[in-house]
C-alpha cells in the first residue's frame, strides 16, 4: 500500500498535470464571460489538470442560489455548476470582501465554497501555472 | 521561451488582438516559439475572412494569416465560441483552423507561459 501511495503521489507531481484557477468576476448575465468561463472549466477538468475557480466581485452573482432567468429569456446555467463535483474540480473560492460587499454568505451558494480575503486568493492565484480570468 | 496566447476578444471594439498581434510578432522575432494562438469568446471573430474594415483601417484578420503562413504558427478558432457567433468553416479566413477548447488547454499544458490578451 505505501508503494501505491508512493505513486500517486508522483502522480499529482506529474509534469502534465497544471495548476489553473479560473478567475469569474463578472455577473452571470449581461455578458457572454461567465457561461464560456464554465465551458473553459469544464474542459479542463476533462484533461485532469488540477483546477481552482475564483469568483470574485460582481462574480460572485454566478453562484447565487434562486436564479430565475425567465425575464431576460436567457438559460439559467448556475446548475452546471453543481456539476463540477463530478470533474473533480471541488477548490472553489469565493473573495470575502466581495460577497459581504454585495450582502451575500456561503448558504447562498448553489455549491459549497471556501471563503478566502483577497490577500490569501493572491497568495493561491501566486501558486497556478495558468490563470485565465473572464 | 515556449509560449501559448490566448485571445479574448474581438478585432474591432477591442485593443487585445491588436496587443496580442504585436506581442506574437515580437516574440517571435526575438526567437521565441509560439505553440499555439487560441481565439476564444468574440476573440474568434479575427478568424472571419468576411471582415472588411476600411481600407485605411489595419485589416488584423489578414496580418493574422501573413504571419500564420510566414511562421508556420497554429491559429486555432474554438469551435464552440466560433459557431455561436456566425464563424464556419465556409467563411474561415486563410492561416486559422476550427477546433475544440481541448486545444487551448492543450497549449497552456505544453507552454511555458499561457499569455491572455482581453479584460
Redesign the interface.
Known amino acids: 500500500m505505501a508503494e501505491a501511495e508512493t505513486l500517486d503521489d508522483f502522480d499529482e507531481t506529474d509534469e502534465?498535470v497544471?495548476r489553473?484557477m479560473f478567475v469569474n468576476r463578472k455577473a452571470p448575465y449581461g455578458t457572454?464571460?461567465a457561461l464560456?468561463v464554465l465551458?473553459?472549466v469544464l474542459?479542463?477538468g476533462?484533461?485532469d489538470?488540477d483546477v481552482s475557480v475564483a469568483f470574485l466581485d460582481d462574480g460572485v452573482f454566478q453562484i447565487k442560489k434562486g436564479q430565475d432567468t425567465k425575464a431576460v429569456n436567457m438559460k439559467n446555467f448556475s446548475p452546471t455548476y453543481r456539476a463540477l463535483e463530478g470533474y473533480d474540480i471541488e477548490k472553489l473560492y469565493v473573495e470575502r470582501e466581495s460577497m459581504e460587499a454585495r450582502g451575500l454568505a456561503p448558504e447562498d451558494f448553489v455549491v459549497p465554497v471556501k471563503v478566502v480575503s483577497a490577500a490569501e486568493l493572491a497568495d493561491l492565484m501566486a501558486e497556478q501555472?495558468?490563470?485565465?480570468?473572464? | 521561451m515556449k509560449l501559448g496566447v490566448?485571445v479574448?476578444e474581438g478585432p474591432f471594439t477591442h485593443q487585445a488582438s491588436d496587443s496580442a498581434y504585436h506581442f506574437v510578432k515580437a516574440a517571435l522575432d526575438k526567437g521565441h516559439e509560439v505553440s499555439r494562438v487560441f481565439f476564444?469568446?468574440d476573440g474568434v471573430n479575427n478568424g472571419n475572412k468576411l471582415s472588411a474594415p476600411q481600407s485605411d483601417d489595419r485589416n488584423l484578420v489578414k496580418l493574422w494569416g501573413k504571419m500564420a503562413e510566414e511562421h508556420d504558427l497554429d491559429l486555432v478558432v474554438c469551435v464552440?465560441?466560433a459557431l455561436r457567433r456566425g464563424v464556419s468553416d465556409e467563411n474561415l479566413a486563410p492561416g486559422f483552423r476550427i477546433s475544440?477548447?481541448?486545444q487551448?488547454?492543450?497549449a497552456?499544458?505544453e507552454s511555458e507561459r499561457?499569455v491572455?490578451f482581453?479584460?
Not at chain 1, 501555472?129 to 473572464?134: A, E, L, M, P, R
Open positions: 502534465d497544471k489553473f457572454i464571460y464560456e465551458e473553459m474542459i479542463t476533462a484533461f489538470q501555472d495558468v490563470i485565465i480570468s473572464g | 490566448l479574448n476564444y469568446y464552440a465560441a475544440g477548447l481541448g487551448l488547454i492543450e497552456a499544458m499561457l491572455v482581453g479584460d
